[in-house]
């Protein structure tokens, strides 16, 4: 069976067919093709709503037509097509959903809305080593913090999610009061490299707090108080800055992550999500899980961020686990905020 699946929930217009037959237990990624709008919202410090939704319409075709030729299928050939229902920016969501439900009119062939995180979160079945259920997943992106025991697919119970600001979130606002633009997370952690990661305490927010929830509203204050005190010292001081603040809030990811395997007794974490590309991260949980005897699995590192190949897998396995019916009605409604589990 051959899914299309559309990504347009934020500032990235992501196309992807994936390929599901009996024999294979995970479906294979044929071709995707991703248009990033980072450039065009560099300018105003961060995405703009509007031009973002612009954008993803005059994107999304002309990427449909290079993962088909990639593919070497041609549209008649599609099965089923997936979109992004929610969360995210309401007008970027229309454009993905409009398309995915036009072009199944055209072609008759049904649709099938799907949660953005539920994307990220089985993306890493698109690896080489994809994982097996049971596992824990930290999902860390640009608007979302949660630990999660998952079961199989659509069977996801919360572990733990962030209170206020998402990890990415902190990555991004430190980063833009560090004067290092958007999106700051993958700026800061460049400079943080040449800095020293025991420069400035900074707190690490409910880190013995006894339960798996997050907060780094508090962390971002705490770096502008820094920054401020630096004054004419900032420039001299920022990568250490940069480290200290990296520090903190991968501190807290992995011992809230080592804390819900031990709860949860399961040997295996997925990571997923944008920050889930942050190599202290990936370093630091490596090191920790190694001497547990516990499997770490991560998305491809291109496919960390919002793609559309999270989405065709999402809709193919939900479609082969028979949790999802796809539908020919077309008439379509976005969710911009949508809890996952929450069908
Ligand atoms: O999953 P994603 O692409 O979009 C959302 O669904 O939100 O995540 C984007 C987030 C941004 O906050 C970005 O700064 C962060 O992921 N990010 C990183 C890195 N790469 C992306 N944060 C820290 N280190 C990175 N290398
Ligand atoms: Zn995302």
Redesign the pocket.
């Known amino acids: 069976m051959l899914v299309l699946g559309f990504e347009s ?2 500032d ?1 217009t992501g196309v992807a067919l994936v390929e599901s037959s009996a024999s294979q237990a995970v479906p294979r990624l044929l071709a995707h093709a991703l248009h990033s709008q980072v450039a065009m919202h560099q300018a105003y410090g961060g995405v703009v709503p509007e031009l973002a939704s612009r954008d993803h319409i005059r994107r999304v075709l002309p990427l449909t037509d290079a993962v088909m030729a990639e593919a070497g299928r041609s549209l008649e050939a599609v099965d089923v097509i997936g979109y992004t229902r929610g969360p ?1 920016l309401a007008g970027a969501l229309l454009v993905g959903a409009g398309v995915a439900c036009a072009m199944g009119a055209a072609l008759g062939v049904p649709v099938l809305g799907i949660h ?2 539920e994307g ?1 979160l089985l993306s890493p079945f698109l690896s080489d080593d994809p994982p097996e259920f049971p596992f824990v997943a930290l999902l ?5 913090t949660q630990l999660m025991r998952v079961d199989g697919v659509g069977r996801y119970a919360m572990l733990g999610e962030t209170i206020d600001d ?4 902190a ?2 606002k430190s ?1 833009k009061l560090m004067g290092l633009g958007y ?4 700026a ?3 400079l943080a490299e040449q800095g020293d990661p025991k420069a400035f305490a900074l707190p690490r927010p409910l880190l013995r707090s006894g339960d798996l929830d997050f907060s780094f509203a508090g962390l971002k204050t705490a770096v502008l108080t820094q920054a401020k005190k630096l004054g004419d010292q900032l420039e001299a001081r920022k990568a250490d800055l940069a480290a200290s603040t ?1 520090a903190a ?1 991968v501190e807290v990811l992995v011992k809230k992550s080592l804390t819900a395997l031990e709860r949860t007794g399961l040997q295996r974490l997925v990571v ?10 990936r370093a630091q949980l490596n090191g920790e899980c190694a001497r547990r005897g516990v499997r770490v699995h991560y998305p491809e590192l291109h496919l ?3 793609n559309g190949a999270m989405i065709a897998m999402a809709a193919s396995m939900r479609l082969a686990s028979g949790l999802s019916e796809p539908t020919r009605t077309y008439a379509f409604d976005v969710r911009p905020r949508w809890t996952l589990g929450d069908a």
């Open positions: 929930s934020c990235e995210g953005h995180l990220h860390v992106s640009g608007g979302h998402a990890a990415g979130e990555f991004d980063a999106p700051g997370g993958p800061l952690s460049r990296e809030i997923a999500g944008g920050v889930g590309a942050n190599r202290h991260l960390c961020t919002d």
